[in-house]
């Protein structure tokens, strides 16, 4: 018996000793009698002087374990009371208090015992968490407040970048619209009899006006490139004969200035590829245009190779060398900067504001390009740059075509200028006169709609900006409500592409740009003149005859129904519920650049136009754009020739109401 009592003394003692908490029994005092290691480790202290000591003193707040173990005696238990063991050193531990009385074989209080759970590392770690969790909190918050300042900064820099488009498009208009008529006048001037001061006087007011306009453009340009408004067309064009024709207009100058021009053409490039001429053009101009302006001797040499030749695009590099100034080589990094030129002297001795280039890179690499510049001082300079375009087996469009002597000139063509400032009336008469054409002027929109219900003429003229009735509504209702299909081109004074893509959705065919340039303008009026031309052969010689005349023949629905008019009835009402959907998904699609929905929208839409007898010109219409939409060719005929279709089945709808109103009044 007293063996195992032994052992299980010493049973329990190994158990104590074996806990890593502090356990401690104290007297009804509050001296220590007995300890484990636990509590020697963590006070410091050696068991023969821990024992009989003064169980408070070795926490840090020793009143309020004195009251912890007080309340100990009182309620016979505490569970988890916080507190905090001091170390002899000074380290602290913090434990739970746990402590409850221990009685003697009569029941009388011997004094307790007390275990203190070491939770410092508990206590540090959910201090960390807390700490992770406060941070995590702060963070979520900060992000949020960096999330809603984000938000309003890009509202505020949309809006900004919006009233920028806005100020800018109005002063491009403000200062177009009087330089039309400065740059029109000198021009008209210039051509009649002056003594040498004289020419030159005008000559510096023409080459001023040139300038601002540049200037106008370019800033308009980098405007647009920044509000990520630049579109970039893809279109077919033929690479080499473009920029063959885009070279000429260099001759003049580089024979004056006794140049050499060297054209280097990689003849493996196919012919005809797609892509955006008209920026390349306007690349390759500001490129050449430089290294014809800053060399007085020597050559110039454009050199044009094939670097990549992929199953469905080409890599061309354009190299444009000169034997000119050349550019220090500490510029040459900036040189691609906004208003940046080489030299402080650059801008007296040569002109320009140092946009060009930027405008260059901006073009090349909004379409996926690179452009590279080597240069040396007084030798000269080449700017390489690298483009890709889509192979096309597509037909080319002739509007990249402008070269004026192409063109066959036609004869008694009546021509419908609407605009309302009178200095731009008589710019236009002059020029018009010239070219050759007769005119007619109307001051605005509802003047315009009279004078085309009263005459006949070949084409219109629109100024957008006018009073009453603007040349949007007016061309809105030349389409709609008279069902005219006369070519329509706009005078923009305000050449963002909202107008331009304006000007198409309300069925204008063509654009032209003020400053008017007596060429292009010219070009563009002979291109549309001999697409009516060839219009008016396929519609049979009458060309009134479309317009004046009833646009459906019934005589073959008469004889697909056996002359039923219940069937026939039946045929008109399914033509007048399928066809409105029809061209709004074909208008839809035509926006959204979605191309197999407007082929399959205008599939649909073609047996019909035989059907209903319409003209056979226009289901060839419907062809063409079925083909354009096949090719994914968008230009701006195509948007004019779904206006064509929808005003012509509009009025074929309303004829055959007419049709259905007399069959009921029949039977
Ligand atoms: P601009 O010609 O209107 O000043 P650019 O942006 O086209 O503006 O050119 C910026 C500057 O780069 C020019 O002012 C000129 O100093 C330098 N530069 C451009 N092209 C050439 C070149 N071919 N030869 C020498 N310097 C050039």
Same mark, same amino acid.
């Given at each position: 018996m ?18 890593l ?7 009804t ?16 202290i ?7 000591t003064d ?11 004195r ?5 100990v005696?009182?309620?016979?238990f ?7 063991l001091?170390?002899?050193e000074g ?7 746990n ?9 009388n209080?011997?004094?307790?015992v ?10 540090r770690?959910?201090a ?5 969790k ?8 900060i992000?949020?407040e ?9 509202l505020i ?6 009233s920028?488009? =806005?100020f800018l498009?109005?002063?491009? @208009?403000?200062i ?9 006048f ?6 009649t009899d ?7 006087y005008?000559n510096?007011?023409k ?7 540049v200037?106008?453009?370019?800033i308009l340009?980098l ?9 970039f067309?893809h279109?077919?064009f ?15 100058k &580089? =024979? ?10 990689d ?8 892509g955006?001429?008209?920026?390349? @053009? ?10 014809v302006?800053?060399t007085?001797?020597g050559k110039?040499?454009?050199?044009i ?6 199953a469905e695009?080409?890599?061309i590099?354009f ?5 000119g ?8 990094? @900036?040189?691609?900067d906004?208003?940046?030129?080489a ?7 040569y ?8 405008i ?7 379409q996926?390009?690179?452009?590279t ?6 030798e000269?300079?080449?700017?390489s740059f ?6 096309t087996n597509?037909?080319?469009?002739v ?5 004026i ?14 605009e ?11 020029l ?8 007619? &002027? ?9 004078k ?11 100024d957008?900006?006018?009073?009453e009735?603007?040349?949007f509504?007016?061309?809105e209702y030349?389409?709609n ?9 706009a005078?923009?004074?305000?050449v ?9 959705a309300?069925?204008m ?10 060429k292009?303008?010219? !070009?563009?009026?002979?291109? @549309?003149?001999?697409?009516?031309d ?6 049979l010689q =009458?060309k009134?005859a479309l317009q ?10 008469t004889?697909?129904?056996? !002359? ?5 009835s ?10 409105p959907p ?11 650049k979605?191309w ?7 599939h ?11 003209n ?5 219409l419907?062809?063409k754009?079925?083909d354009?939409?096949?090719k994914?060719?968008?230009?701006e005929e195509l948007?004019g020739?779904?206006v064509?279709?929808e005003n ?11 049709e259905?109103?007399?069959f009921k009044r029949?039977?």
């Amino acid at each position: 018996m007293q063996t195992t009592t032994k052992q299980e003394s010493q049973y329990a003692r190994s158990l104590i000793e074996a806990s890593l908490d502090p356990l401690i029994t104290i007297s009804t005092k509050g001296k220590i009698m007995d300890m484990n290691q636990a509590t020697l480790n963590i006070t410091g202290i050696i068991r023969e002087q821990l024992t009989g000591t003064d169980f408070f003193d070795y926490f840090t707040e020793p009143e309020k374990a004195r009251d912890v173990y007080k309340e100990v005696f009182a309620k016979g238990f505490v569970i988890d009371y916080p507190l905090t063991l001091r170390h002899k050193e000074g380290k602290l531990t913090e434990v739970l208090f746990n402590g409850s009385i221990y009685k003697g074989d009569k029941g009388n209080v011997l004094g307790v015992v007390i275990v203190a759970r070491d939770v410092t590392e508990k206590n540090r770690i959910a201090a960390e968490l807390l700490e992770a969790k406060v941070f995590a909190e702060l963070a979520t918050e900060i992000a949020e407040e960096a999330r809603n300042k984000a938000e309003s900064s890009t509202l505020i820099a949309e809006a900004a970048v919006k009233s920028k488009q =806005q100020f800018l498009s109005n002063m491009s @208009h403000e200062i177009r619209t009087p330089m039309n008529a400065i740059i029109g006048f000198t021009k008209v001037v210039l051509k009649t009899d002056l003594n040498d001061k004289q020419k030159e006087y005008l000559n510096a007011i023409k080459t001023s006006g040139d300038a601002l306009i540049v200037l106008i453009n370019d800033i308009l340009d980098l405007a647009k490139v920044d509000a990520g408004k630049m579109t970039f067309a893809h279109v077919p064009f033929k690479l080499a004969s473009s920029i063959s024709a885009m070279l000429h207009l260099f001759e003049t100058k &580089i =024979q004056e200035k006794n140049l050499t021009l060297v054209k280097i053409f990689d003849e493996t490039i196919p012919e005809v590829l797609a892509g955006d001429p008209v920026r390349l @053009h306007q690349i390759i101009l500001n490129l050449v245009g430089n290294a014809v302006k800053f060399t007085s001797e020597g050559k110039i040499t454009i050199n044009i190779r094939m670097v990549k030749n992929d199953a469905e695009y080409v890599s061309i590099e354009f190299a444009i060398s000169d034997t000119g100034i050349g550019i220090p080589e500490n510029k040459l990094e @900036h040189i691609f900067d906004d208003f940046q030129q080489a030299t402080s002297e650059t801008s007296r001795l040569y002109g320009g504001t140092g946009l060009g280039l930027a405008i260059v890179k901006q073009l090349v690499e909004a379409q996926g390009g690179t452009i590279t510049v080597k240069s040396k001082l007084r030798e000269g300079s080449t700017f390489s740059f690298v483009m890709n375009f889509l192979k096309t087996n597509a037909r080319t469009n002739v509007e990249t075509d402008i070269t004026i002597e192409s063109q066959n000139p036609i004869n008694n063509i009546r021509i419908l200028v609407v605009e309302d400032i009178a200095l731009n009336q008589l710019l236009m008469r002059t020029l018009l006169e010239e070219f050759g054409f007769n005119m007619d &002027i109307a001051c605005n929109g509802k003047i315009a709609i009279e004078k085309l219900k009263a005459n006949d003429y070949d084409i219109v003229l629109m100024d957008l900006q006018m009073p009453e009735m603007n040349g949007f509504e007016t061309t809105e209702y030349i389409r709609n409500k008279m069902n005219s299909i006369i070519p329509i081109i706009a005078l923009t004074a305000d050449v963002t592409t909202v107008d331009v893509e304006k000007c198409r959705a309300v069925g204008m065919n063509d654009y032209i740009s003020k400053p008017i340039d007596d060429k292009l303008l010219y !070009s563009k009026l002979i291109k @549309h003149l001999n697409h009516k031309d060839s219009e008016k052969k396929i519609n049979l010689q =009458q060309k009134n005859a479309l317009q004046q005349a009833k646009c459906i023949d019934l005589k073959q629905l008469t004889q697909r129904t056996k !002359s039923n008019p219940a069937l026939m009835s039946e045929m008109i009402v399914l033509y007048q519920e399928q066809t409105p959907p029809l061209i709004s998904t074909m208008k839809r699609s035509f926006f959204e650049k979605d191309w197999d929905s407007l082929s399959s929208a205008v599939h649909k839409i073609i047996p019909s136009f035989s059907i209903m007898g319409i003209n056979e010109a226009y289901e060839h219409l419907a062809k063409k754009i079925q083909d354009f939409s096949n090719k994914r060719i968008q230009t701006e005929e195509l948007g004019g020739m779904i206006v064509q279709l929808e005003n012509i089945c509009q009025q074929a709808c309303n004829e055959l109401e007419e049709e259905l109103n007399t069959f009921k009044r029949n039977t």
